[in-house]
């Protein structure tokens, strides 16, 4: 397996980078001479860069490969998303994907990498990946256009991407050198939001994610929605702002149930406190237990707290059962995050509603109090559905194309 670390000796560099050359010395006074040889010292491992073929600078040279992908996906898969259908579909699939995996038990899977994709007519159809098929369709010509990474990293710097989208977001990081996975993850590895806290909670602990950190995860839902649990609606949000990654979503959940956005009765959902929004049952259960209540309620306008816990699990999540002593710090390759706007950092009570809905679960903290926003009550619009996702691949994995994905991810794991 080639490394993705520079070898020592090693002379020959990829065609798609070269060192920037050394500054020379100045032929200054001795002392001047130390001192600046000192500084270059302490800076050098700051400083370190590498150009690549198209310009951009790195500071791995193995991080280089990244930018055609980032300029592709860039232009070709989001296009004009700006933390829309196509930024929440490439999210949730980075979660399916890399979840497959356990600390106690090898057949669960490798983890982050690919097995979703790659074995796609099995796993797409489990229930609790209904709707990652509209990920496929987006993601899959891509994939067949880039087989110099795998189709882990794929999924995975696709995410991280995604989330740059996302005004909000802290920049996030992103590891490189995922293997591909050699077989498909087995059913019962994605929790389902029909599963309650403590099973929910077992099986990301056993994956290796805490309560904190699932709970921190959880916050993708302030960017999400949903398109497969009322059969007759798509794009329902979880929250009314589902295009900005701020503190709403924890806000929202926690609000007294009125309303249901269709029809009653769909597994996995409760009642939503604004028109237009869906709440799953199980993030109303993160909201309400005992042994996350706590954790959820601390996200309630505190932005920095939610964007820092998120992307450090996130982090974590997306190189489950990979070996991150054999990957690459690509993180500069990823483009800067969207702020949000100063007047949007306050969370807010929608109209219509105020503290008197809250339904109060931590024991040990108030709900912070918070202005209710100004007007007539809301109906929130569901988040646009980009045909563009809508190719021939089933919600059940038939019809999906994925005969040229084991040959494209042999040639480039057995290269990294
Ligand atoms: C741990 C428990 C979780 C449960 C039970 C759960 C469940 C769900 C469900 C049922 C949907 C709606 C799917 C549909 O009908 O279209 C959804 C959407 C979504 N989830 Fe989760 N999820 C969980 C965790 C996560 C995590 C950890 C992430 C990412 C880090 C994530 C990211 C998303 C995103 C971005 C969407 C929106 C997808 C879209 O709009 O296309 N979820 N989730």
Not at 252 to 269: C, H, M
Not at 379 to 383: G, P, Y
């Given at each position: 397996m080639r490394s993705l670390e520079p070898k020592?000796?090693?002379?020959?560099?990829?065609?798609?980078?070269?060192?920037?050359?050394?500054?020379?010395?100045?032929?200054?006074?001795?002392s001047l001479v130390v001192l600046a040889a000192l500084a270059t010292v302490l800076a050098s491992p700051l400083e370190r860069r590498v150009t690549c073929a198209g310009g951009q600078t790195t500071s791995n040279e193995a991080c280089?490969?990244?930018?055609?992908?980032?300029?592709?996906?860039?232009?070709?898969?989001?296009?004009?998303?700006?933390?829309?259908?196509?930024?929440?579909?490439?999210l949730?699939?980075?979660f399916h994907d890399a979840i497959g995996f356990s600390m106690t038990n090898k057949s669960f899977g490798t983890g982050a990498d690919g097995s979703i994709f790659l074995f796609g007519e099995t796993e797409l159809s489990y229930p609790a990946n209904l709707g990652i098929a509209d990920a496929f369709n987006l993601e899959a010509p891509f994939i067949n256009g880039h087989p110099e990474i795998s189709v882990a990293d794929f999924i995975q710097f696709t995410a991280a991407v995604s989330l740059t989208k996302c005004p909000g977001v802290a920049q996030p990081t992103f590891m490189f050198g995922r293997v591909d996975a050699k077989a498909p993850a087995p059913i019962g590895t994605v929790p389902q939001p029909t599963d309650n806290i403590p099973v929910i909670l077992a099986r990301m602990g056993d994956a290796g994610l805490n309560a904190q950190e699932t709970v921190a995860l959880i916050a993708s839902h302030s960017i999400a929605g949903a398109d497969d649990i009322d059969p007759n609606l798509q794009g329902l949000p979880f929250d009314s702002t589902p295009s900005t990654f701020d503190t709403q979503f924890f806000v929202?959940?926690?609000?007294?149930?009125?309303?249901?956005?269709?029809?009653?009765?769909?597994?996995?959902?409760v009642m939503a406190p604004i028109k237009g929004e869906l709440r799953l049952l199980s993030d109303s259960n993160f909201a309400r237990d005992s042994s996350t209540s706590c954790f959820f309620q601390a996200n309630v306008n505190n932005q920095q707290l939610m964007a820092n816990n998120f992307k450090a699990a996130f982090a974590?999540?997306?190189s489950l059962g990979q070996d991150v002593s054999k990957m690459v710090d690509c993180s500069d390759v990823l483009p800067p995050v969207i702020p949000l706007p100063g007047a949007q950092q306050a969370a807010f009570f929608p109209s219509g509603t105020d503290q008197e809905d809250?339904?109060?679960?931590?024991?040990?903290?108030?709900?912070?109090?918070?202005?209710?926003?100004p007007g007539p009550l809301e109906?929130?619009?569901?988040?646009f559905q980009d045909p563009a996702t809508d190719g021939n691949c089933d919600d059940d994995g038939s019809g999906c194309v994925l005969s040229e994905f084991p040959t494209a991810a042999k040639r480039s794991s057995s290269e990294l």
């Open positions: 020592v000796g090693d002379n020959t560099k990829p065609s798609w980078c070269s060192p920037v050359p050394a500054a020379p010395t100045p032929m200054f006074s001795k280089c490969v990244l930018f055609p992908v980032l300029e592709d996906i860039q232009a070709n898969l989001f296009g004009n998303d700006t933390c829309g259908d196509a930024s929440h579909t490439a949730r699939v980075s929202e959940t926690q609000l007294r149930g009125t309303v249901f956005p269709g029809s009653a009765g769909n597994a996995g959902e974590k999540m997306q809250v339904e109060q679960a931590c024991a040990t903290a108030a709900f912070p109090s918070l202005p209710v926003l109906t929130v619009a569901s988040i």
